[in-house]
T-cell receptor, first 114, second 112 residues
Framework: EAGVTQFPSHSVIEKGQTVTLRCDPI?????LYWYRRVMGKEIKFLLH????????ESGMPNNRFLAERTGGTYSTLKVQPAELEDSGVYFC????????????FGPGTRLLVL | AQSVTQLGSHVSVSEGALVLLRCNYS??????LFWYVQYPNQGLQLLLK??????LVKGINGFEAEFKKSETSFHLTKPSAHMSDAAEYFC??????????FGSGTRLQVQP
């Protein structure tokens, strides 16, 4: 069974540009999460989808971040326009069922905004 | 509200020595607790988790952790470190929300 995949693995952009990150969850997982780790800090929650609906987006830092999950399958996270402080590693995770279920993480996208 | 504190951002042990990585949590509801490991250039991999039941939890690669409610702790241990254990370890809590709250991570170095 394929794990969570993320694309691209790395992205280097200039301040003010737009970047779109993609996550493909494990097949059949209704729950999809985005997290971010800024350099030297802890991994922080951004948002949670159940199928195509946003269940919790309390961690989204501001309106420059837009997440979508088309048809309850893959998800995209767009940053527009990117700022220097958006640099970090963006992780996607997916899970089945309830909160005791394991969240399976992808390898992350390393974003550098110059 | 929920939070996690990992004591020690860097821990160094000798190969064959005991590994002890500390994690304390706070949660307003009975917590679910997780330890994840991140090897270089890889994603986070689940080592073990506590949800309910037995408080001593065994995970992969010889790691185990004990949930101690009175101490609000979930420390990770391994009797004998191996070079391949060098990685970054994250403790996380799920205290009612689906979202995980992570500690700041502990980087484990294993000396030959």
């Amino acid at each position: 069974e394929a794990g969570v995949t993320q694309f691209p693995s790395h992205s280097v952009i200039e301040k003010g540009q737009t970047v779109t990150l993609r996550c493909d969850p494990i097949s059949g997982h209704d729950n999809l999460y985005w997290y971010r780790r800024v350099m030297g800090k802890e991994i922080k929650f951004l948002l949670h989808f159940v199928k195509e609906s946003k269940q919790d987006e309390s961690g989204m830092p501001n309106n420059r971040f837009l997440a979508e999950r088309t048809g309850g399958t893959y998800s995209t996270l767009k940053v527009q326009p990117a700022e220097l402080e958006d640099s970090g590693v963006y992780f996607c995770a997916s899970s089945q069922g309830d909160r005791e279920e394991t969240q399976y993480f992808g390898p992350g996208t390393r974003l550098l905004v110059l | 509200a929920q939070s996690v504190t990992q004591l020690g951002s860097h821990v160094s042990v000798s190969e064959g020595a005991l590994v002890l990585l500390r994690c304390n949590y706070s949660s307003s509801v009975p917590p679910y607790l997780f330890w994840y490991v991140q090897y270089p250039n890889q994603g986070l991999q689940l080592l073990l988790k506590y949800t309910t039941g037995a408080t001593l939890v065994k995970g992969i690669n010889g790691f185990e952790a004990e949930f101690k409610k009175s101490e609000t702790s979930f420390h990770l241990t391994k009797p004998s470190a191996h070079m391949s254990d060098a990685a970054e370890y994250f403790c996380a809590v799920n205290g009612g929300r689906r979202a995980l709250t992570f500690g700041s991570g502990t980087r484990l170095q294993v000396q030959p």
